[in-house]
């Protein structure tokens, strides 16, 4: 009998110093982002491999961005992928971004619009969780906050440089960073089946 509400003691504390780690953890201003962000080096294409969508329309599947830097030194892409915009209507769109800086490297807003009118467009923050640019890089957008600063509603792309996948070897810390901005086991697989490419 002891024992078994020491267990339970044991047990609310460990439960409350969790809850309490989350919270503080979930502070989407503490998320951690890619020290000195090189936007050289993360230029070109990228496939998305898994994603967590917003509340909102997002890409479905067969999803990649190709980015580039513009004529005024600014990191633009353009992100293709598959939407189902009426029931049984797959359809591939394509949308255009360009990337405005902060003060953090890392941290971006990001002005984007559909190509075609019926798709959203709008001002998001964007920011590179972490990548090391020749295989994986992980993005996170918070669309809207909670009173604690927590989110109520974001995505996140994970990236691969190779359409058929991540190596192995990234696994862990991809993993890893989306347990730190609060995602952990929420994101889908994205197929790929050559679809939208151009
Ligand atoms: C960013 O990367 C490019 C290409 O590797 C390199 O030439 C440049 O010096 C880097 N910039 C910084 C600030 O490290
Ligand atoms: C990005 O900039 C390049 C170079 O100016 C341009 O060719 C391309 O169309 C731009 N892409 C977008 C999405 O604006
Ligand atoms: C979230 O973190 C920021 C930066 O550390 C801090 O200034 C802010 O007070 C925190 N917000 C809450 C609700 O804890």
């Known amino acids: ?23 503080s953890n979930c502070n989407v201003s503490t998320f951690p982002v890619k020290e000195n962000f090189n936007k050289t080096r993360y230029l070109g294409r990228w496939y998305a491999m898994a994603k967590k969508s917003p509340d909102s329309i997002f890409l479905e599947d067969n999803i990649y961005a190709d980015f580039a830097q513009d004529d005024q030194g600014f990191m633009n892409a353009t992100a293709r992928g598959r939407v189902t915009l009426l029931e049984n209507w797959p ?19 990001l002005k984007y619009r559909g190509a075609l009118h019926y798709l959203q467009s709008g001002f998001d923050d964007h920011w590179v969780i972490d990548t090391d640019y020749d295989t994986f890089a992980i993005t996170y957008t918070c669309r809207q906050l909670n009173d604690d600063e927590t989110c ?10 190779d359409p058929k996948g991540i190596p192995p070897g990234v696994h862990g810390i991809i993993r890893q960073r989306q347990g ?11 197929r790929h089946e050559g679809l939208c490419l151009v």
């Open 1 to 23: 009998m002891l024992a078994e509400v020491k267990i339970l003691g044991l047990s609310l504390v460990l439960i409350s110093i969790c809850h309490c780690y989350a919270q």
């Open 91 to 109: 359809t591939c769109v394509q949308m255009l971004g360009k990337f405005l800086e902060t003060s953090n490297p890392a941290k971006f807003k």
């Open 152 to 161: 109520a509603d974001s995505y996140s792309l994970v990236f691969s440089r």
């Open 180 to 190: 730190q901005i609060c995602l952990a086991n929420k994101y889908g697989r994205v």
